[in-house]
């Protein structure tokens, strides 16, 4: 499996990075994991529009799904004509909420343009990966996702405050790509977010091999959250950046 960092800022985009947007690719299959505001444009840096073969919405807030309204003009008047529907998983209410967005939602709920598939926590098989969905804490339903192929194992939080599915979704993981939204210190609202000390619990507690943070909101030191979490976890641990790739 191979991952690029699309986009990693958390609630809004930064000065240098759209939010929240992970390109996977194995054996020539591309699964785009959410798409939030301005993960679009950098996903044009790494592949055509037309060559993603599948995308998985975490959950429903607009830092992980609104490029969905962009990218559904970059399918609908592509020059080349309209492209095949495309594959869309995500919890229920997906397709409404996306829909919801537009002046005035298309009449054909943009069936034309995506294949919604919505569903809850499971195993299903998405390409060449054995997906593993677990609804993880947060305030409204929100999947983190376990993927496996070719004997490796690439774990995504979505978003997640502190949560026990989400260590058995990263269990002996071979990449832990976690977010790390807020500082320890002054406590966070409960229920919401991890802090970086908290990421590398969870990390540590799954068994891990190498965690990357995720979901850095802007106003928050990087790395304040990097030395959090090497308080609690001692594997490979990096920041992502937009255009960060990984080979798992």
Not at 10 to 34: A, I, K, N, Q
Not at 54 to 73: G, K, M, N
Not at 190 to 208: M, Q, V
């Amino acid at each position: 499996m191979q991952l690029t960092v699309l986009g990693c800022a958390g609630t809004f985009p930064g000065p240098d990075s759209p939010c929240s947007g992970y390109l996977v690719e194995h054996d020539g299959f591309r699964l785009v994991m959410d798409l939030g505001a301005g993960a679009l444009g950098n996903l044009q840096r790494h592949c055509d529009v037309r060559d993603v073969d599948a995308v998985y919405i975490s959950h429903l807030h607009a830092d992980h799904c609104i490029d969905l309204v962009a990218y559904f003009y970059a399918r609908r008047y592509h020059p080349s004509g309209i492209l095949p529907r495309l594959r869309v998983y995500g919890p229920p209410g997906m397709a409404a909420r996306i829909a919801a967005a537009f002046e005035e939602p298309p009449v054909d709920g943009l069936e034309e343009i995506y294949d919604f598939r919505e569903s809850g926590s499971g195993t299903m098989t998405i390409g060449p990966f054995t997906v593993t969905v677990g609804v993880v804490e947060h305030p409204i339903e929100c999947h983190g996702l376990r993927l496996e192929a070719g004997g490796k194992v690439l774990t995504y939080s979505g978003d997640s405050a502190r949560c026990d599915t989400l260590v058995e979704l990263a269990r002996d993981a071979d990449t832990f790509l976690c977010e790390a939204s807020w500082p320890s210190i002054p406590v966070p609202p409960p229920g919401i977010h991890l802090t970086g000390r908290e990421a590398g619990d969870h990390a540590t507690r799954a068994g891990a091999r190498r965690l990357l943070l995720t979901h850095l909101m802007p106003f928050h030191d990087p790395q304040a959250m990097l030395a959090e979490a090497k308080e609690t976890y001692d594997g490979h641990l990096e920041l992502v950046h937009p255009g960060s790739t990984y080979v798992i």
